[in-house]
C-alpha cells in the first residue's frame, strides 16, 4: 500500500521556507520582529479609524484580539495605534506639503502608513530614521496598492531631513546617503 501514495508525495511541492521573502518582496512572517509586526496590527487600526471611524478604544479591544497579536510589540502597537489617531491633524500638516495631490485621494493603507512613518520619526528616536523608512516601505508593499511603496518612499525621504536632520548629517559624514 505505501507503493501507492508514493506517487502522490512525489507530486507535492518542495517545501517553502517560513523566513525570507514571499514572491511579492514583502518579508515573510517568521522573519518579522515584534516591531514589525506591531506597525502591522497599527496598521489595521488605523485603517479602521480612517476608514471606518471606529473608536480606538474598539480598535484597540478588535485587535488584541486577533490571531498573532501575542507575537507584536504591545507596547510599540499602543504608541503608534494612541498616538496617529491623537496626533492625526500634526501628522496631516507635516504630510501634506509634501504630496502632489491632496491627501482626499491618497489610499487610506498609504495615509495611515506615512502616519506611522511620521509618528517614529517624532516620537521614537531609539529607531533609527532608515528602519522607519524600510519599515514603512515594507508595510505599503505588503498591504499597499501595486506601486503605493514608492510614493511612501519619496514622502517619508522627504520629511526625514526635516524630523531627523542631526542623525542624517551623521548618515552622510559616514558616507551614507538618504535614497532618493
Not at 523566513?19 to 487600526?45: M, P
Not at 508593499?141 to 542631526?166: C, I, Q, S, W
Request: aromatic share 6%.
Amino acid at each position: 500500500m505505501s507503493d501507492m501514495n508514493a506517487p502522490a508525495a512525489a507530486k507535492r511541492p518542495p517545501r517553502q521556507s517560513r523566513t525570507g521573502v514571499t514572491s511579492t518582496g514583502a518579508r515573510k512572517a517568521a522573519s518579522k520582529s515584534d516591531r514589525s509586526r506591531a506597525r502591522e496590527f497599527a496598521l489595521q487600526g488605523l485603517y479602521q479609524s480612517l476608514v471606518g471611524g471606529n473608536a480606538v478604544t474598539d480598535i484597540d479591544i478588535f485587535t488584541r484580539d486577533l490571531a498573532g497579536f501575542s507575537k507584536a510589540d504591545a507596547v510599540h502597537f499602543d504608541a503608534l495605534l494612541q498616538g496617529c489617531v491623537a496626533e492625526a491633524s500634526q501628522l496631516d500638516a507635516l504630510i501634506a506639503p509634501l504630496l502632489d495631490r491632496p491627501m482626499s485621494e491618497i489610499s487610506p493603507i498609504e495615509h495611515a502608513v506615512m502616519w506611522i512613518g511620521a509618528y517614529e520619526f517624532s516620537h521614537c528616536p531609539d529607531v533609527p530614521w532608515r528602519v522607519v523608512l524600510n519599515e514603512c516601505i515594507e508595510l505599503a508593499k505588503e498591504f499597499g496598492g501595486t506601486d503605493g511603496y514608492k510614493y511612501v518612499n519619496a514622502v517619508l525621504n522627504g520629511m526625514a531631513p526635516l524630523l531627523r536632520a542631526l542623525e542624517i548629517e551623521a548618515d552622510r559624514g559616514q558616507g551614507k546617503k538618504p535614497r532618493a
